[in-house]
Structure formats: structure tokens, C-alpha cells
């Protein structure tokens, strides 16, 4: 699609899908329209073109409307340059040359069958109102000032010129139109690319892909303006039919400056002239769309002309005219405080392709020429985008090479993909802490008025590289640490020091407290300690406290905790083989127990018992010659049969453990219940964690959905007819309240709990998770586990679990200086009150996010401050704090605040935001609410931040150019927009995982990381360079590997050399490669030694051990391998990021009119 592209209008999202007969297609994330025509108008997806075929030529997708292939572009402003507004640039700019030719021109004939829904689809757009609208006066303005008002689903939808007598009619109307350039070369071929044609006008010149001169992109010493897609909806009245309209050639600019937009044409969006004009062919290397600074090419485009979006009821013209404006006019209203929520559907149903697309246009004829085969919907050129990879690679060449100094307030860290060292001077280091701004507003309103929500993701035991130093930990002897007598902060580099350093002043409520004699030091002639440098909680943002026994429970020191290992011996963990293995496993693994840095051995003891329908404790006293087993069968009333040798240390205790994990496998081999209980294990380790009066954590090892009658038994209640109602939210909330009243009890004894599920059907993790979730444990699922293929990942994630580093009995709390507050929290934790983050267990993977509120304003001068106090048990049975300190600063400017945004955050905080929303409200909802929120953060940008330009231009701060594609993701992830293979379980799994992942796992989550394994270098150990995720980056004579954290992909392409093959896989064709690989095999050569080394790179950079697929192109797995290809369009109806963009576009134009 030409970047000037009319946002198309969508039939309503919803039709089920050619491949899925009778399975529901979610509306977009809700319910479908009611009275919604079926085929009323095409997707939000491209001109129309004269549309006659019922059945969709070879290479279309019904539904998606731009061709996906890279067909010829036409990319021509609209009318008005795109202003350089330029507000200073946070990451540096792109200039690495100029943008890649779009690959793969055209659909390769023989397109295998599936094709046409590989995508699945999305279509944007409400369906037409039956009666006309009022047509506005033609004169009004665009007013980037005036307060939006809400548009109802009917008003918005606005004809202008005679209105069509009908469909047929209107179709005709704008099929005349093609969006030309005045550069002409042969037509196109008609029917690239995967979508109907739409029906909405193409707009005005088109930017022209050839190397036309049109713009100059900016230079990299400039800094990069704001990213500006500008899309050619038309804002002005479409000719009528058979009038042609000039296009007007911008001339290349005086760096620096947008031209105003020429008064010839029809406003700032002039219709070429209907004749079918042709486009010239695309290019390799395009001058970026709507740049006017001098320099050279740049790959990374940071303006980019695509459709304005027409008005809520996409598909007819909306906007009046606007001849001749010079410009938007100067607002004339005080901007708004924030937008109000505008409930539009136009993005909202989500539909299947239609296979009988276009059965309401039958040959439509050309206006203004001869009538002949329809051209091919135009589409964004993707290489003209915002690309992920190009804004990673940018960041790690400019800020990869230098440490990163945490000495200055309110500095924004290079990106999570970037590979850099850190220098605690003052502020905690990002890996401990990232914000959504590093810049945050001075008062509520601004706040309000900007949507960005302020929120801080924390990881307060998060491990470090070996390069860089632990937290010191600072020992204050008896009287503990030093704090504020008044706000309880603890000492930190931000408190001030008065009256010669007998006092200080309290940074976070100002209130001043004596220093204890203890701890009094003279000030130098600067006001600083004179022992500033010798003392942690003075110098560094991240410090560990001894705490004394008053922040003990029961005022006594604890005992070291212990770890109990409970393992379902039911008909099924046993015949998988599950049992064995994790019994001949623990034999070794207890060896490596954690220990504090210098211990000679762990600490802490260890506990076996087994179960199935009733319970099994094993007495393993050292003292004994062979293990003893109690049974205990009244489940309904849970008691420990036994404490002194239930838990023992491992070294004392070696040869009856031993004895004891060889016998269990023999003892149930010949078991034939098939019933377990869930609920009553849980009570057994909290019961023996209680009687041995220390904290702990409980490896529990389960298998299928506890039925057997016993406290907390559960129904199996899957019902996939529930998608896309009301109740769906069901789904993701616990069947009963006893989990969490037993999690609380959990909490209360420091009594952690790690799930390993081994499901072959419905287990329900939303409920069995709800005690792990509320315990600060983990959960680990492997469904259909089989012993050759998943025993690796098992092993390899149980290992890491036992092992890493967790603090216990764990309480945490953020404070934060006057101005601001903690007011919402996101994790695996439980809270009893409004301020403290209580988890039995935290380990170095967990994050807790936090959101910030106004309750007064801020101070430009003195900035923002947040500590974060974690109180723990170490895993020595040691009572510590650890402090983190972050200062940030205040603005009283906007484009402060747009400036200095992290993207990788925001999106980290938003999924976590509509993950939990999807407990309350139904999906649709939820997915609204983001788009709405999104839309009136960039609108906010638009309105208040970018110099004036034409609406026609989709203008993105230069922080946050990622948001759409990011935010795409988001929602077309499995829990917000599941496909049809996706089940309950992997809902409410994926949605308790991504609710503690860092920022670095969120965005290889949501974006995955796609490398051309055929280009790597096996002579040097950096990674081959990451492509963007879409088929069409795919050439079928290569070999790419993805990966989200949770598994990793190899891709083989049919045609791939044979002697690759040879080299990787040990087989000698294509046709020989075994998908049911689990790991790659072993061969001596250097293409399969650094195939396997980026593998095991990658698998030591993840906190979970990723599951290795082998997938050859056209075999059936492909389906699920495409389904990370974000970019596209998803087979369960998600948008690809060219609509999703367009998209976007229509929803900012929308707020701002």
C-alpha cells in the first residue's frame, strides 16, 4: 500500500474464518456487531479498486488488504511535507544507509494452499449506518486545539458529495481512483498481495518510491525529528466521479523546513487524476518519505506518509474539505486535560477472511478510463516504518560501547536488547529498575492530559553480570540502619545533611532528623560527609542493610528455610517415566542447594513426600537405615505425621535420601490410581513448614486436574463457547476462594510454591496457580510431556529453580518524595494492606511493577525520588534489606516528558495493565481500552509537541515511534486475541507468566527475535543481524532461528542447500529432517558449532529453558511458527503492523478532530 494510504473501511470484524468453519472468530476481542451487514464494505485495507471477482485471484487474502508481498510502492506526500518537528532526539538517529528494497516483490505463484488465511486476518471498520448523514459545512477547519468530542457510532459517519444511491454506487465513486504519481511506468500486475481490495478513496499523490527527489532525509547530526507516517485518508472531498484533480510535486526543501501545503488540489489531500495513472516501480533504497533535512539515506525512516484515517464509520470521506489551508490553524481552544474516551468500534470486530469477498461490487467501472483489471490495493511500504530491529541496532551502536553512569538525575538507560555495563553512582542500575519516563509532568493534569502512565518496573534481586558488583552490605550493628523519624525512609545519597552534619533532612517528606552520635561525620566545604565515599548508603543507589531483630517476626531471628519436594505418583506421572526422572535427578541436584557466597555447604534442609489420592511422608533421620514412609489418607483434615527427620540437612542425611529416591520409582511402578489430590499437599508442606517454625518452598510436581474428593477439589469447567462473551473473564479467575485463603496462609509462614504441571488435558492452571501466583513462586508447564523430548527443558528449568538465588518471608515497600505516590501494583505477590508487597519467596527473576499517582505537584528543581525496601531472608537464614534509590526528574513541558519515555517499559506495564483487566472485563474491553489509551498518548504528542503539518501525517515521538507495532503485539497476543489451537490452560499460563517478567523478557516475548542462521559468521561470536518478523523477510533458500523466551524455532526453507542440511541436521535432504528434534545434533563442523552455540547463547539469556522446534516451510508446524511473525496479519484475526498502524492513525485523527 502507498504510504499515503486511505486507512481502509473493514467489513465488520467477525466472519468466521474459511478454515474454521463453525468455530466462533472473536469479534475484536468481544462480541460481534449486532445487525452487522455481512459484506457490506471491504477491510480498512487499501483503495478500491474496480473489484469483480467472487472468488479472490491467486495471492490474496481476503481480509488483508494491503498485498503482503512487496509489490511496486508509490509514495508521494501528502501535499505537505512532513515536519521536522523536532524535539530533540533521545536515541541517536539511524544512518546506516539506506532502506532495504522490499523483499520478495511478488506472491510466488505456487503459494502453498494455506495461504489464503495464513495470517488470519483483521479488518477494520464499522459497518455503514443505513441513513445519510448531514454533510457538514465544507469549510470547517482542522482544529488541532479544539476539544475532541465523543463520536457516536452513527454521527461519524459523514458522506460528502452526492451521497451514492447505493453500494454499487459508492463503490464506483471511489473505485476511479488510484493513488498515482506523475511519474509513470508500466501498470502493475493485478492481485498481488493478500487483500480485497476496500473501499475506501486512495488519496492524493502518493509518495513515489523511485529515487524522484521528493525528499531528503535528515541528517544524522540534526537528530531525529519525531517519526511521522503520514497516510493519505483523505481529508478533503473526493472528486466526484470523472473529475481529475492535479497532484502537486513537492520540491526538495531547505533543510529544516516544511513547505505550507500548496492552496491547488483539494486540501491538503489532492486527488491524482483517475485515470488509472500507473506507479512507478519501487526501489531499492527510497528517499524516506517526507523528509526535509539534508543528508544521507537513512535506513531507519523517521517520517512516513500512509492513509489519514477517515472518521469512525471508515468508508466514506470524511473530514470536509480544506482548500487551500496554509497549515492547520493555531489552536483555538486551551488544550484539553485528556481526551475523552471515544467508544468506536472501528477496529473493533474481528473478522475470518470471506471467501465470497465482493459479492457487492460486481464489475465496477473505472471512471475517467477505459474499464480493464482491477490494480492491486496499495499498501505502506513496510521498509518505510518504524522498524524494531533498525531502533535496537541504532541503540546498541550508540550506547553499547560506554557504561552507563547512574551519577545524573532523570537519564534514560540504553535499551534492554543493548548489551552495556553499568556504574552505580548514585542511582539504582536499570537492571533493578526501569521506568515508563524518566522525565515525569509536574502536576496531575498534565499527567492526565498525556495519558503516559508513570510507572516503575522493579527487580530488587535481579542477578548481575559478572563484571559488575553485588549490593554491599552495610552492617549498623544493634541500632540497625539510619531512617527518617517520620517517613521510615532508610539513609540513602539524596538525604541532606545540616547544622555541621549533626542532622539531616529527610529527601522523600523533608521532615529532619538527629543523627545518631553513632553515626555523626563532619561535612566538607561542599556539605557533603566527609566519609561519602566510604559508605554505600551515601555513594550508590543500590545497597543491602543487616537488619536487627526487630524486623524479625516474633522479634527472633529466623531458622534457614527449607525446600520440600512433593511428587504426584499417579498412574500417569508414573507410566511418562516423570517419576523416575525426577528422582534420579534430585540425587545430584541437591548438591547445589544455594549457599551464601563463602558457606562450605547449604544451609538449608530439605523434605520428600509423595502423593497421589492420599499422602506419603518419608522419615529420612540420618540416623536411620532405610527411609521410613507414613501414610496419611484423611486428606480432609491435613496433619504432618512426623517432624524430627522430616526435613534434614542433605549432607548428614546422603545415604538415606539416596536409598529413598531409588525406592520411590519401585514402589508405585505398579500403581493404578489415576486420582489426585492438589489442595491438602499444599497444606502438608505449609504444616511441616509451620511445626520446624521457618520459611521455605515447596517443589510440587502435578499432573493432572484434582479430582479426587478433598479440600479444594476441583470440576473440569473448560468451555471454549465462552471466548468472546461476557463471561469469558470466568476463565482466567479461580473455580473456588480456597486457593486464595490457603495462599494467604502461605504468606502469613513464608511458605513459597513452585508448580511443575505435566498436563495431557485440562488442568486448570487459573486455579492451581493461584497459590504459586499469591506466594511469589513460580509456575512451569509442560503439556504432553514425553521423556525424550521434553525431559531436557524439565531438567535444565528445574536445576536453574533449585538453584537460584531467593530471598524468603520477603516484604516490600516503595516510597516516594512529595508529589507522587505508589498506588497500583503488578506480580506474583499478595498484598494485605495499600502499601506493602508481601511474598513468601522472591526470586532473581521476579518483578514487581508499580504505578504512580499525583497528590500534589512537583518541583522542576528538586525532581522526583522513589526507594524501593526489600526485607528478606537470605537463603542462610539471614534477615537483610535491600535499598534501591532512583531520582527522576519533573517537567513542566510535554515534550520533556515525550522525550525521555521507554518504550520496552511502557509496553511492559501495559500488557500487565490488560492482563489483569481480563479478570474483570471482557477481552474486547480490554483491547479497547489499550488502543484508546495508546491513541491518546500520541495524540496527546500530536496536539502539543509537533510542529503543525498535515493531518494526513501519522507524526511519532522519536522514543515511542515502537509503540503501535509493540502494542500490536500486545493485543494479538494469545491472551487477548487466543487462535483456535490455543487452550484455557496456555491462556492463564501465559497470563501469570507475563505478569512477572522483566522488561527484556516482555519485549523478546511480544516481538520475537528472528535471525538468518545461513549469515552468521562462524568464524566470530557475535550473533547474525536480527530481521523484522514477517514472512516476507523469509527467502525459502535459508535456514532462521526464532526465539520468544519460551521456545526457540528453526525454519528451513525448501530450497536450502543441501550441503547446510548435511551440516546441521546430519540427514542428506530436505525431506529427511525429523521435526520431532529436541535438540540439534552434535556434528563436528563450524556451521553446526555455531548453530548450537547462538542456542546455547540464547538459552542462558533467558530465565527459562526454551523449548527447541524444528520446523521445515510448508509442513503443518509452519502454522504455528507464523504465528510469531507479528508483523503479519494472525491467524486468529489479528492486524498486521501496516493496518494496525493505519489503524492507529484513525483513532489519533479521530481524537484530534
Not at 477517515?310 to 490553524?329: F, I, T, Y
Not at 493555531?330 to 471467501?355: I, K
Not at 545519597?493 to 522523600?508: L, N, T
Not at 543507589?541 to 504426584?568: H, Q, R, W
Amino acid at each position: 500500500m502507498s504510504v499515503n494510504q486511505q486507512a481502509h473501511t473493514g467489513p465488520p470484524y467477525g466472519q468466521p474464518q474459511p478454515g474454521y468453519q463453525g468455530y466462533q472468530q472473536p469479534a475484536y476481542g468481544g462480541q460481534s456487531l449486532p445487525g452487522v451487514p455481512q459484506l457490506q464494505y471491504g477491510a480498512y485495507n487499501g483503495p478500491m479498486p474496480g473489484y469483480q471477482q467472487p472468488v479472490p485471484p491467486q495471492g490474496y487474502f481476503p481480509s488483508l488488504g494491503f498485498p503482503s508481498k512487496g509489490s511496486p510502492v508509490s509514495l508521494n506526500s501528502d501535499t505537505s511535507s512532513l515536519a521536522p518537528n523536532f524535539i530533540g532526539s533521545l536515541r541517536a538517529p539511524p544512518t546506516s544507509g539506506a532502506p532495504p528494497p522490499a523483499s520478495g516483490a511478488s506472491h510466488p505463484s505456487g503459494h502453498p494452499a494455506y495461504s489464503q488465511f495464513e495470517h488470519g486476518d483483521v479488518q477494520n471498520g464499522i459497518p455503514a449506518s443505513a441513513t445519510p448523514m448531514q454533510r457538514p459545512p465544507a469549510s470547517q477547519p482542522f482544529l488541532p486545539g479544539s476539544a475532541p468530542t465523543p463520536v457516536s457510532q452513527t454521527s461519524a459517519f459523514q458522506q460528502y458529495g452526492p451521497p451514492p444511491a447505493s453500494v454499487q454506487q459508492l463503490s464506483n465513486h471511489m473505485a476511479g481512483m488510484t493513488i498515482g504519481s506523475a511519474t509513470a511506468s508500466a501498470p502493475p500486475p493485478a492481485g498481488l498481495g493478500y487483500g480485497p481490495p476496500t473501499s475506501v478513496p486512495p488519496v492524493s499523490g502518493s509518495f513515489s518510491a523511485t529515487g524522484s527527489g521528493l525528499y531528503t532525509p535528515y541528517s544524522a547530526s540534526q537528530g531525529p525529528p519525531p517519526t511521522s507516517v503520514s497516510q493519505g485518508l483523505p481529508l478533503a472531498q473526493p472528486p466526484f466521479p470523472g473529475q481529475t484533480v492535479s497532484t502537486q510535486r513537492l520540491p526538495t526543501q531547505v533543510p529544516g523546513f516544511a513547505p505550507p501545503p500548496p492552496s491547488t488540489g483539494v486540501g491538503p489531500s489532492s486527488y491524482p487524476p483517475t485515470t488509472g495513472a500507473p506507479r512507478p516501480p519501487a526501489m531499492p533504497g527510497p528517499p524516506l518519505p517526507g523528509q526535509t533535512l539534508a543528508g544521507p539515506p537513512s535506513s531507519q525512516p523517521n517520517h512516513v506518509s500512509s492513509p489519514p484515517p477517515p472518521s469512525a464509520m471508515s468508508g466514506l470521506h470524511p473530514g470536509p474539505p480544506m482548500s487551500g489551508l496554509q497549515g492547520p490553524p493555531p489552536p483555538t481552544h486551551p488544550p484539553q486535560p485528556g481526551y475523552q474516551m471515544q467508544q468506536n468500534g472501528s477496529f473493533g470486530q474481528v473478522r475470518g477472511p470471506q471467501p465470497n469477498y465482493g459479492g457487492a461490487y460486481p464489475g465496477t467501472p473505472n471512471y475517467g478510463s477505459p474499464p480493464g483489471p482491477p490494480p492491486p490495493p496499495k499498501r505502506l511500504d513496510p521498509d518505510s516504518i518504524p522498524s524494531p530491529i533498525q531502533v535496537i541496532e541504532d541503540d546498541r551502536s550508540n550506547r553499547g560501547s560506554e557504561p552507563f553512569v547512574t551519577g545524573v538525575r532523570g537519564q534514560v538507560p540504553p535499551l534492554v536488547t543493548t548489551n552495556f555495563l553499568v556504574k552505580d553512582q548514585g542511582n539504582a542500575s536499570p537492571r533493578y529498575i526501569r521506568c515508563t519516563s524518566y522525565n515525569i509532568p509536574c502536576t496531575s493534569d498534565m499527567a492526565k492530559q498525556s495519558q503516559v502512565p508513570l510507572a516503575a518496573v522493579i527487580k530488587p534481586l535481579a542477578a548481575l553480570p559478572p563484571e559488575e558488583t553485588l549490593p554491599y552490605l552495610v552492617d549498623h550493628g544493634e541500632s540497625g540502619p539510619v531512617r527518617c523519624n517520620r517517613c521510615k525512609a532508610y539513609m540513602c545519597p539524596f538525604m541532606q545533611f545540616i547544622e555541621g552534619g549533626r542532622r539531616f533532612q529527610c529527601c522523600f517528606c523533608s521532615c529532619v532528623t538527629e543523627v545518631p552520635p553513632h553515626y555523626f561525620q563532619h561535612l566538607d566545604h561542599t556539605g557533603k560527609r566527609v566519609d561519602f565515599y566510604d559508605r554505600p548508603e551515601l555513594s550508590l543507589g543500590s545497597y543491602e542493610f543487616l537488619a536487627t531483630v526487630d524486623y524479625c517476626k516474633n522479634n527472633k531471628f529466623p531458622s534457614p528455610p527449607a525446600f520440600i519436594f512433593m511428587i504426584d505418583v499417579s498412574y500417569n506421572a508414573v507410566k511418562s517415566g516423570l517419576v523416575r526422572l525426577i528422582c534420579e535427578e534430585l540425587k545430584s541436584l541437591l548438591d547445589y542447594l544455594p549457599r551464601e557466597g563463602n558457606m562450605e555447604e547449604s544451609a538449608i534442609r530439605v523434605g520428600f513426600v509423595t502423593y497421589n489420592k492420599v499422602l506419603h511422608f518419608y522419615n529420612v533421620k540420618s540416623s536411620l537405615a532405610q527411609p521410613q514412609m507414613m501414610v496419611v489418607s484423611d486428606v480432609a483434615d491435613m496433619f504432618v505425621p512426623l517432624l524430627d527427620g522430616f526435613l534434614v540437612n542433605v549432607n548428614e542425611s546422603r545415604t538415606v535420601i539416596t536409598s529413598l529416591l531409588d525406592q520411590i520409582p519401585e514402589m508405585f511402578a505398579d500403581t493404578r490410581e489415576t486420582e489426585t489430590v492438589f489442595a491438602p499437599v499444599i497444606q502438608a508442606g505449609l504444616e511441616a513448614l509451620k511445626a520446624a517454625e521457618c520459611a521455605g518452598k515447596l517443589f510440587i510436581f502435578h499432573t493432572s486436574l484434582p479430582i479426587a474428593e478433598a479440600p479444594g477439589k476441583l470440576k473440569n469447567r473448560d468451555d471454549r463457547k465462552l471466548i468472546n462473551t461476557d463471561k469469558e473473564k470466568t476463565l482466567f479467575q479461580p473455580q473456588t476462594s480456597f486457593y486464595n485463603n490457603l495462599a494467604k496462609d502461605c504468606v502469613a509462614q513464608g511458605c513459597c510454591v513452585d508448580l511443575f504441571l505435566f498436563p495431557n488435558q485440562y488442568l486448570d492452571v487459573a486455579t492451581l496457580g493461584v497459590v504459586p501466583y499469591q506466594t511469589g513462586g513460580s509456575i512451569y508447564k509442560y503439556a504432553y510431556f514425553q521423556l525424550e523430548t521434553d525431559q531436557d527443558r524439565f531438567l535444565n528449568d528445574l536445576r536453574r529453580d533449585v538453584q537460584k538465588e531467593v530471598g524468603f518471608d520477603a516484604v516490600m515497600r516503595v516510597r516516594t518524595s512529595t508529589g507522587i505516590r505508589a498506588t497500583d501494583f503488578f506480580g506474583a505477590f499478595y498484598m494485605s494492606n495499600t502499601t506493602d508487597v508481601e511474598m513468601a519467596g522472591l526470586d532473581c527473576d521476579k518483578t514487581i511493577t508499580v504505578e504512580f499517582k499525583h497528590d500534589d505537584k512537583l518541583s522542576e528543581d528538586s525532581g522526583a525520588l522513589l526507594q524501593c525496601a526489600l526485607l528478606y531472608t537470605s537463603c542462610a537464614g539471614q534477615r537483610r534489606l535491600r535499598i534501591h534509590n532512583l531520582s527522576l526528574n519533573c517537567c513542566t513541558q510535554l515534550a520533556d516528558l515525550y522525550r525521555n519515555c521507554e518504550t520496552d517499559t511502557l509496553i511492559n506495564y501495559l500488557a500487565k495493565y490488560a492482563y489483569r483487566g481480563v479478570l474483570s472485563s471482557p477481552v474486547k474491553t480490554v483491547r479497547d481500552a489499550l488502543i484508546n489509551q495508546c491513541a491518546q498518548i500520541l495524540a496527546c504528542y500530536r496536539k502539543n509537541c509537533a510542529s503543525p503539518s498535515s493531518a494526513g501525517q501519522l507524526i511519532l515521538p522519536e522514543c515511542m515511534k515502537l509503540l503501535p507495532v509493540y502494542l500490536n503485539c500486545v493485543l494479538k497476543s494469545d491472551v487477548l486475541q487466543p487462535g483456535p489451537e490455543v487452550t484455557t490452560d496456555d491462556r492463564a499460563y501465559i497470563r501469570q507468566l507475563v505478569t512477572s517478567m522483566d522488561v527484556a523478557e516482555t519485549n523478546v516475548f511480544f516481538y520475537p527475535r528472528l535471525l538468518p542462521l545461513t549469515k552468521a559468521d562462524v568464524d566470530s561470536d557475535s550473533l547474525p543481524a536480527a530481521i523484522r518478523n514477517s514472512e516476507e523477510r523469509l527467502s525459502k533458500g535459508d535456514i532462521y532461528l526464532l526465539e520468544n523466551g519460551l521456545n526457540i524455532f528453526v525454519w528451513v526453507g525448501v530450497s536450502v542447500q543441501q550441503s547446510l542440511i548435511q551440516n546441521l541436521f546430519g540427514v542428506s535432504s530436505f525431506g529427511q529432517i525429523s521435526n520431532t528434534l529436541s535438540a540439534l545434533p552434535i556434528l563436528e563442523n563450524p556451521f553446526s558449532k555455531k548453530v548450537r552455540s547462538i542456542v546455547d547463547m540464547l538459552q542462558r539469556q533467558r530465565s527459562r529453558y526454551m523449548k527447541l522446534i524444528i520446523v521445515k516451510q510448508e509442513d503443518k508446524l509452519e502454522m504455528l511458527f507464523k504465528h510469531f511473525l507479528v508483523e503479519d496479519k494472525s491467524l486468529s484475526g489479528g492486524a498486521s503492523y501496516v493496518d494496525f498502524l493505519c489503524h492507529m492513525h484513525k483513532e489519533i485523527r479521530q481524537l484530534l478532530s
